[in-house]
T-cell receptor, first 110, second 114 residues
Framework: EDKVVQSPLSLVVHEGDTVTLNCSYE??????LLWYKQEKKAPTFLFML????IEKKSGRLSSILDKKELFSILNITATQTGDSAVYLC??????????FGAGTQVVVTP | DVKVTQSSRYLVKRTGEKVFLECVQD?????MFWYRQDPGLGLRLIYF???????EKGDIPEGYSVSREKKERFSLILESASTNQTSMYLC?????????????FGSGTQLSVL
């Protein structure tokens, strides 16, 4: 059975800290791994990763995929209160169907 | 900007009622999806559709049905609502083919079944 596991489930950090979120997966016919940020209701897209070892970066956020060990990490450096959100990891199969993890709740305190 | 619009943000229904959740997207996407989101369980796929009048069961289709009569609209139907269907429902859409399975989400409908 396909599964996507995120860790930790939640964490609290101070502004300026660096955060590392983990996503491991077991998915048949893997095509890509995606990260989303969910602040209020609608998840918003952050990254899509298809190749191992190639870091994707957007401002203070970055992500990398390891297809051999079947995991990805999402890093947030110099965290701000606006980074407080649930971060979702999802894996797409060859049909483009996404399986989501349970999410990691990040709280950044001033 | 891609827009996925869900008809209601909050909905309160009684057990046994028939419930319709509507979703409309304006980017001519072929694919549309319905998820429910529960604390600790993440997003779980209920049904999806790759084309008009076409539907596929997701991981948790029991108690739900869907309708896709037009490309831009995908409806989720709870034939007889039950309290265990109280949840946040998220609609999403994406392009078909290529290598872009990025989903665009609506703002969600928080459904409470009493």
């Amino acid at each position: 059975e396909d599964k996507v596991v995120q860790s930790p489930l939640s964490l609290v950090v101070h502004e300026g800290d660096t955060v590392t979120l983990n996503c491991s997966y077991e998915v048949t016919n893997f095509r890509s791994l995606l990260w989303y940020k969910q602040e209020k209701k609608a998840p918003t897209f952050l990254f899509m990763l298809t190749s191992s070892g190639i870091e994707k970066k957007s401002g203070r956020l970055s992500s990398i995929l390891d297809k051999k060990e079947l995991f990805s990490i999402l890093n947030i450096t110099a965290t701000q209160t606006g980074d407080s959100a649930v971060y979702l990891c999802a894996v797409a199969d060859s049909w483009g169907k996404l399986q989501f993890g349970a999410g990691t709740q990040v709280v950044v305190t001033p | 900007d891609v827009k996925v619009t869900q008809s209601s943000r909050y909905l309160v229904k009684r057990t046994g009622e028939k419930v319709f959740l509507e979703c409309v997207q304006d980017m001519d996407h072929e694919n549309m999806f319905w998820y429910r989101q529960d604390p600790g369980l993440g997003l779980r796929l209920i049904y999806f559709s790759y084309d008009v009048k076409m539907k596929e069961k997701g991981d948790i289709p029991e108690g739900y049905s869907v309708s896709r009569e037009k490309k831009e609209r995908f409806s989720l139907i709870l034939e007889s609502a039950s309290t265990n269907q109280t949840s946040m429902y998220l609609c999403a859409s994406s392009f078909a083919g290529g290598a872009d399975e990025k989903l665009f989400f609506g703002s969600g409908t928080q459904l409470s079944v009493l």
